[in-house]
C-alpha cells in the first residue's frame, strides 16, 4: 500500500531570487501533496525546477565541472546542506542534436539529488517541498519486470533446434522451429490441446498474410526495454541494431550523445555500454522478447519472426535498452533516461514488458497493487510520465513514416481486472494476452484501458495438472507446448525456448507494428503515431463472441494436487482489447496515412544531409538545384540527395523528375533558439 503525506507549502524565495535578474516562479496558491511509495529507494529524490531557475542552475553545473552537490539556488542549497546531500546532477545527459527538443518539453529541469540514506525521506521531502524554485518532487524506486523472474524456461539448444526441418517444410520460411509458433499461423492442429483445452484456427497475430506483403524493413529500430538483448545470438545478430559511431570498451562517448560505447544499446542498471546476459538472476526474458519481433526469418536454423524479413527483404532492427541485469533493477530515473535515449537515437518503438501491479491485483496472491487512475499514475510518477511523453511525441520523424512514437506495454499477469500502468496511460498501447482458442489467457490483466490482445500462451490452461511442462518425445526433443517460442539465452548460452504472459503477447502487437510500418515505408506512407494507433485497433479482430460460458484452468498447475478453477468469460467483454492483426494491417495502409513528400530542411554551415528521394515517391530525378547557393547546395547523385550548409539564409530547392518537378524550403541557422543549442 502507498502512504501519501500531505505538506503546507511555505516559499522561500527572497533567497532564491538574488539579483535583479532573475525572475521569480509565481507563488504556489495551494498545498502541494507529496506521495511516497513504499518500495522507495532511500536517500535519493528527483526534483523539477520552474524555469526560471534554467541559468542559475547551468551557471552552476558547468563552474563545478559537472560533479556537482549543490544547486547554486541558495535557498534550494540550504535544504541540501542539512540534508547531507553529496550528488546533484542534471538527469538527462545533454546530446547537442536533441537539446532544443529536450528544453522545449522541460526534460532539461530534472535533476536528481543524493543524501545520506539515514536521513528521513518524509523530511527530505518536506523541506524541499517548500521551496518556490522547485516545481515536482517525486521519489526515485525500484521498476519490476511483469513477469516472474523466479520461473524456469523451458530451453531448447540450439543444437537441438535444427533437428524438426520436416516440420517445417510447409511454412513460409525455412526456420526449423516455426512449426513450434502457432502464436504467427494457428491452423487448429497444435497438439497440446487437451479434453478441457481448445486449438481453433486463426487465433494468431495474421501473419500468414501479411507475409505476403512484407517482412520488414531494416530501417524501422525497435527499443526492447528489459533484460539484455543477447546480441551475438545467431539466431538475432543480423537484426540488432548497431551505432556505427561507437566501439565496445573503447570508453568514448564517439557520437557526442552522452553515452559511452553504447554499440547495441545501453545497459542503464549499469551505467555502462556493455549489455550483460550473464548475470545470476537472469532469465533471458528480453532475448526471448527481441526473437518474437525479430529473430531472422528464412535462415535455415532457429525460429521464425513477426518482421524478422525474409523473401528477399531485410528485418527490423533491435535496441537493447537494459532495465534489469540478473537481481538488479532500473530504478524509475534510469528508465526514463532510457526512453528518452530511444527516441533520440532512431527508435519508433517501445517494447515494454515491465510496469506496476494492476490496481485491482489481490493481496492475498502476494501483489501489491500499483496506481489506479491516470491522475494518480501521474502525480505519483511525473517524471515518468514526462519521458513517455516525450517518446511519443518526438520518436520518428515528421518527413518520416511515422511522427512519433508508439509505446507498447503488457497489461500484467496478475489476474486482475484493471490494465497495470503505465500500460494504461491513455496514449500508450496496453496488451492483454490470449491462449491459442481466442479466450483470455488465465493469468492476463483486462479492463477498459486494454487496446489490443495478442497470443500470450496458457500453460494453467494447456499443461497437463501435476506434471512439470518439460515433456519430450521419442527424439528427446521438448514437445510443443501452450505457450511461446523464441530465441533465449540461459546461462550464457544461446539457444530457444517457451515462456508465456502479456509480456509475450507484447512483442506480438510491437512485432505487428514494426511490419506495418515498414509496409508503410514501401509504400511512401506517412502516420502519426495517434493515426498508426488507431489503425491497428481499427484492423484488429473482435473476438468476444468467444467469451460465452466458464473457462477451466489449473492455478500453478504443475504442481501436485492441482485444482480446477474456473474463468465466467462473460466478465471479460469489452475488456480485453481488439486481437492484432498483421494482415488487415498491412492490407489498410496504403489506404491510410498520407503520401510522404520533400520535407524541409534546417540545418547549420557546413552540416550536410542526405535524402533517399525514392522515400518521398521521388523517381529517376534528373536535377536538384537551389535558388542561393550562398545559403545552401544540392548535389544529386542517383536516389541520394545531399544538401550542405553554406550561409545563414533560407533558400528554396527544386528537384526535377519524369512525375514533375518537387519542392522544399532550405533553413540554414546557426541555432535553433536564443539559447545556442541547434
Known amino acids: 500500500m502507498k502512504r501519501y503525506l500531505y505538506f503546507a507549502v511555505a516559499l522561500l524565495l527572497a533567497t532564491a531570487c538574488y539579483n535583479d535578474t532573475t525572475t521569480c516562479p509565481a507563488p504556489k496558491e495551494q498545498p502541494s501533496e507529496a506521495i511516497i511509495p513504499d518500495d522507495v529507494i532511500k536517500g535519493e529524490v528527483i526534483i523539477k525546477f520552474h524555469p526560471e531557475m534554467e541559468s542559475i542552475l547551468e551557471e552552476h553545473i558547468t563552474r563545478s565541472g559537472g560533479d556537482a552537490t549543490r544547486s547554486g539556488i541558495p535557498s534550494t542549497d540550504e535544504v ?34 543524493e543524501f545520506d540514506e539515514s536521513i528521513d525521506l518524509s523530511r527530505a521531502v518536506k523541506e524541499l517541498s517548500k521551496l518556490g524554485e522547485v516545481d515536482k518532487i517525486q521519489c526515485n524506486r525500484r521498476i519490476y519486470r511483469a513477469y516472474n523472474e523466479n520461473i524456469e524456461p523451458h530451453f531448447i539448444s540450439c543444437a537441438e533446434a535444427n533437428q524438426a526441418t520436416t516440420r517445417a517444410a510447409a511454412m513460409p520460411f525455412n526456420d526449423p522451429e516455426i512449426f513450434r509458433q502457432w502464436c504467427y499461423i494457428n491452423d487448429g492442429s497444435a497438439p497440446f490441446a487437451q479434453e478441457w483445452a481448445k486449438v481453433l484456427a486463426g487465433a494468431d497475430a495474421g501473419c500468414k498474410e501479411a507475409w505476403e506483403l512484407c517482412t520488414g524493413d531494416q530501417e524501422i529500430i525497435v527499443a526492447v526495454m528489459d533484460e539484455a538483448v543477447m546480441w551475438s545470438h545467431p539466431d538475432l545478430a543480423d537484426n540488432i541494431w548497431i551505432n556505427e559511431a561507437e566501439e565496445l570498451h573503447a570508453g568514448v562517448d564517439g557520437d557526442g550523445n552522452g553515452y559511452k560505447d553504447d554499440r547495441y544499446g545501453y545497459n542503464f542498471v549499469r551505467d555502462s555500454g556493455i549489455l550483460s546476459w550473464t548475470s545470476n538472476g537472469s532469465t533471458g526474458h528480453g532475448t526471448h522478447v527481441a526473437g518474437t519481433i525479430a529473430a531472422v526469418n528464412d535462415n535455415g536454423i532457429g525460429c521464425a519472426s513477426i518482421a524478422g524479413g525474409g523473401k528477399g527483404q531485410k528485418g527490423v532492427k533491435i535496441m537493447s535498452l537494459q532495465l534489469f541485469d540478473g537481481a538488479n533493477a532500473s530504478s524509475l530515473a534510469l528508465e526514463a533516461r532510457a526512453m528518452k535515449y530511444a527516441a533520440d537515437n532512431g527508435a519508433v518503438i517501445l517494447q515494454c514488458s515491465w510496469g506496476y501491479n494492476s490496481a485491482k491485483s489481490n493481496l492475498i496472491m502476494g ?23 516525450y517518446f511519443i511525441n518526438h520518436a520518428g520523424s515528421a518527413n518520416g513514416v511515422i511522427d512519433g512514437g508508439l509505446a507498447i506495454f503488457a497489461s500484467g499477469n496478475e489476474y486482475a481486472a484493471q490494465s497495470s500502468f503505465p500500460a494504461a496511460y491513455s496514449k500508450c498501447i496496453s496488451v492483454s494476452a490470449i491462449a491459442a482458442d481466442y479466450t483470455p489467457a488465465s493469468y492476463s490483466n483486462y479492463g477498459s484501458e486494454v487496446l489490443l490482445s495478442a497470443p500470450g500462451g496458457d500453460l494453467e490452461y494447456y499443461g497437463t495438472p501435476g506434471l512439470q511442462d518439460e515433456q519430450y518425445d521419442e527424439h528427446g526433443i521438448l514437445k510443443e507446448q501452450g505457450a511461446i517460442f523464441s530465441t533465449l539465452v540461459v546461462q550464457g548460452v544461446a539457444g530457444y525456448g517457451y515462456y508465456e504472459g502479456t509480456s509475450m503477447a507484447c512483442p506480438h502487437v510491437s512485432g505487428v507494428a514494426a511490419l506495418g510500418l515498414s509496409y508503410a515505408k514501401r509504400l511512401n506512407r506517412h502516420f502519426t503515431w495517434s493515426e498508426f494507433r488507431d489503425l491497428m485497433y481499427a484492423t484488429a479482430r473482435d473476438i468476444e463472441s468467444y467469451f460465452v460460458g466458464e473457462k477451466l484452468y489449473y492455478m500453478r498447475h504443475s504442481s501436485a494436487g492441482a485444482t480446477p478453477l474456473k474463468m465466467n468469460l462473460a466478465d471479460y467483454q469489452g475488456k480485453m482489447g481488439r486481437l492484432v492483426d498483421a494482415g488487415a494491417l498491412l492490407k489498410a495502409i496504403d489506404q491510410s496515412g498520407r ?20 522515400n518521398y515517391n521521388i523517381v529517376e530525378a534528373t536535377e536538384a538545384s537551389v535558388t542561393s547557393e550562398g545559403i545552401a547546395t544540392a548535389t544529386l547523385e542517383g536516389d541520394n540527395l545531399t544538401i550542405k550548409g553554406v ?32
Open 80 to 113: 541540501l546542506e542539512i540534508l547531507g546531500a553529496y550528488h546533484f546532477e542534471r538527469l538527462f545527459p545533454i546530446d547537442p542534436r536533441h537539446e532544443e527538443r529536450t528544453r522545449k518539453d522541460g526534460l532539461h529541469l530534472w535533476y536528481i539529488v
Open 595 to 614: 503520401p510522404m513528400r520533400l520535407p524541409n530542411i534546417y540545418l547549420a554551415p557546413d552540416q550536410s544531409i542526405t535524402l533517399t528521394l525514392s
Open 367 to 389: 501483489y501489491t497493487p500499483g496506481p489506479a487512475t491516470e491522475e494518480e499514475w501521474a502525480a505519483t510518477y511525473p517524471l515518468e510520465k514526462e519521458a513517455l511523453d
Open 647 to 678: 550561409g545563414v539564409g533560407q533558400t528554396s530547392l527544386t528537384v526535377k523528375s519524369p512525375s514533375g518537378d518537387h519542392h522544399a524550403t532550405i533553413t540554414v541557422r546557426e541555432s535553433a533558439s536564443d539559447n545556442g543549442w541547434l
